[in-house]
């Protein structure tokens, strides 16, 4: 049995059951407000260190630890999709996580973002 995160502060025998096996967290980052189009903004929560995007009227949300190495994305070059980082140059694309440019490898984790009620959310 599991139950929706928004359920989680109701008694045991108010709850409603769910056919599948999974139950979705969200986590609120921070406001819309905070993060200005074409900036990114470092975030810790939950025990993470996050990266919070903002291009055009999207917002993304990956690691904030460069995969090659010491970088902070958070501290790096946002243009369009795509962010470099501050140590090495490496540059990803925000929406995917993929490398978009070396020396980075290794793609950034990224998050399922929700826009709320004027709240960057992301779900784990």
Known sequence: MTFDAFEVNK???QLQSKDQY???LRVRLCKTEEVADGEVRKVET????LAVYHV???FFVTDDACTHGPGSLS???LECDVIECNFHQGRFNVRTG???LP???IPIKTYKTIV?????QIEL
């Open 11 to 13: 008694p045991l025998d």
């Open 22 to 24: 999974t139950t979705v």
């Open 46 to 49: 939950a025990g993470l260190v």
């Open 56 to 58: 055009g009227s999207e």
């Open 75 to 77: 501290e790096g070059f």
């Open 98 to 100: 993929a490398v978009v």
């Open 103 to 105: 020396p980075c490898t």
């Open 116 to 120: 709320e009620e004027g709240a960057v």
